[in-house]
């Protein structure tokens, strides 16, 4: 069953959604919507590295939160609420030198004030390289 607002929700309706954030200067680009997952990719390139030469693990970061925060505002109903990243933590297992990354983000609690977020991120070769919780705060718009 789909965790998500609009339940007829496609991986077209979130084109633009990053139009000029960190996201879109990252070059950060949706992949895949399913019932209870969203995938999303990031290019390891000099706006993404570090000076030795690995994706920066801040640029983890930003896609660990970028993808989990969507994935809160996609589960709420953002005419009455909104939502706020509160803690992020990220394991780097390995290091990424070039190619393209690939995040996969799941709900581990979807309750009415906070949303925690598995995210894992993948090299090309399907290898595990990150491991990032993200935690969102559920507010309400005030009138």
């Not at 990220?90 to 030198?97: D, I, K, Q």
Request: aromatic letters at 8%; glycine letters at 8%; proline letters at 2%.
């Amino acid at each position: 069953m789909s965790i998500w607002f609009h339940k007829n929700i496609t991986i077209d309706d979130l084109a633009g959604i990053s139009s000029n954030t960190m996201a879109e200067f990252l070059g950060l680009k949706w992949v895949e919507i399913g019932e209870r997952f969203l995938k999303m990719s990031m290019p390891v390139n000099a706006t993404t590295r570090q000076p030795y030469g690995f994706l920066h693990g801040g640029a983890s970061c930003v896609l660990a939160e970028t993808i989990g925060s969507i994935g809160s505002a996609l589960v709420i109903d953002r005419e009455k609420y909104y939502c706020v990243g509160l803690e992020i933590n990220a394991n780097h297992l390995r290091s990424v030198t070039d190619g393209i990354v690939t995040a996969i983000a799941s709900p581990l609690h979807l309750g009415k004030t906070t949303h925690v977020w598995d995210i894992k991120i993948y090299d090309e070769k399907e290898k595990l390289f990150c491991v990032s919780r993200l935690t969102v705060a559920i507010l309400t718009i005030k009138k």
